[in-house]
């Protein structure tokens, strides 16, 4: 979540111990909107309190946002752009 907003789940709370308890209670952070439609999913998946629902690496390795994700940082290296778009990935089918 860090990676994507740039702050801690939560910001408004104190303190880690906090989070924890949240987290503990199976509450559950809120997803940024800013985030991509793949990306929304993908940590839909990610953030499931009950492990039964969670999906596992391997599941997480084949996800669509995954690939997107491949694609974009390797496009954005080599032309020093950091954002993702459509034509991008119509580039590099």
């Not at 953030?47 to 390797?74: E, H, M």
């Amino acid at each position: 979540m860090y990676a994507v907003c740039y702050q801690r789940p939560w910001p408004e709370l104190e303190n880690k111990m906090q989070i924890m308890f949240k987290v503990g209670m199976g509450n559950l952070p809120k997803i940024p909107e800013t985030l991509s439609s793949e990306g929304q999913a993908f940590l839909g998946h990610c953030l499931q309190f009950n492990p039964d629902d969670r999906w596992t690496a391997s599941q997480l390795k084949g996800d669509l946002f995954v690939s997107v994700s491949s694609i974009c940082i390797v496009y954005s290296w080599s032309t020093y752009r950091t954002f993702c778009s459509a034509d991008i990935l119509e580039d590099s089918t």
